[in-house]
């Protein structure tokens, strides 16, 4: 089950905004804790093979890291060793994109998301963390 101060804390960051760039993390752990009890989730992390991205926000040179696949989401504050595609962008642009008011497609035809190595990882992670936003929503209401 997904930990009820988890997703108050997700609940008051939707209605107040981001107060610090690791609070990523947290949406994050909802999809680690979904995945494990929600099967199509899990089936659609089982389909894929391990991917690990890394994401940097520029302005303030804070990086973490997604692990997804075989099964599992996992995550981590700090570089990763095994990266096959790397997200950079400004803390704004991740903020616009975490809330939906930015289209992940639009920033990176403008440049706003720089996108460097395996091109599919990044669209199969956007595919996951939509899925997962939409199947855990009535969680977030």
Do not use: C, H
């Not at 616009?96 to 992940?104: N, R, V």
């Amino acid at each position: 089950m997904v930990d009820e101060n988890l997703i108050k804390e997700l609940k008051e960051m939707r209605e107040k905004g981001p107060s610090a760039p690791s609070d990523a993390l947290k949406m994050f752990e909802f999809m680690k804790q979904l995945a494990a009890e929600n099967d199509e989730l899990k089936e659609e992390l089982e389909d894929i093979d391990t991917v690990i991205v890394q994401m940097e926000v520029t302005d303030i040179d804070f990086k973490y890291w997604v692990k997804f696949g075989e099964g599992i989401v996992d995550y981590g504050e700090g570089a990763s060793d095994e990266v096959s595609v790397t997200m950079k962008a400004t803390q704004a642009t991740w903020t616009g994109l975490s809330a939906g008011e930015i289209d992940s497609t639009s920033a990176y035809m403008s440049g706003d998301l720089v996108i460097e190595g395996n091109l599919q990882d990044a669209i199969a992670f956007g595919e996951i963390q939509s899925l997962a936003t939409e199947l855990g929503a009535e969680l977030l209401e």
